[in-house]
């Protein structure tokens, strides 16, 4: 069982940035994959990112590429997402994840834990 708890989110102008933040509790963080996902209103939760065990892979959505970097400190049971070059698009509740896979996993149906989510604000 893995707790998760997501932070950071916020109020953030276009072109700014934000770090989310996901603790999780248990012993056994660094077994799980661990994903970022989003839902604004009215659509689907859709994946942004997601980072392997070790942190040695990771993969995102093309619409955050090269804006978004997952990392994540296994010591610290904790994973982030560092999102520069905000857009009004961006706006949405951010989820974090975790799935009981040594692989990256990109579908919602995939992840086994979740957190209750943390709000991101783009105003334009």
């Known amino acids: 069982q893995v707790q998760l708890v997501e932070s950071g989110g916020g109020l953030v102008q276009a072109g700014g940035s934000l770090r989310l933040s996901c603790a999780a509790s248990?012993?056994?963080?660094?077994?799980?994959?661990m994903g970022w996902f989003r839902q604004a209103p009215g659509k689907e939760r859709e994946f942004v990112a997601a980072?392997?065990?070790?942190?040695?892979?990771?993969h995102y959505a093309d619409s955050v590429k090269g804006r978004f970097t997952i990392s994540r400190d296994n010591a610290k049971n904790t994973v982030y997402l560092q999102m520069n070059s905000l857009k009004p698009e961006d706006t949405a509740v951010y989820y974090c994840?975790?799935?009981?896979?040594?692989?990256?996993?990109?579908?919602?149906?995939?992840?086994?834990?979740w957190g209750q989510g943390t709000q991101v604000t783009v105003s334009s």
């Open positions: 980072i392997r065990r070790s942190g040695g892979s990771t």
């Open positions: 248990g012993r056994t963080f660094s077994s799980y994959t």
């Open positions: 994840a975790a799935a009981s896979t040594i692989v990256l996993v990109l579908r919602v149906r995939e992840y086994d834990y």
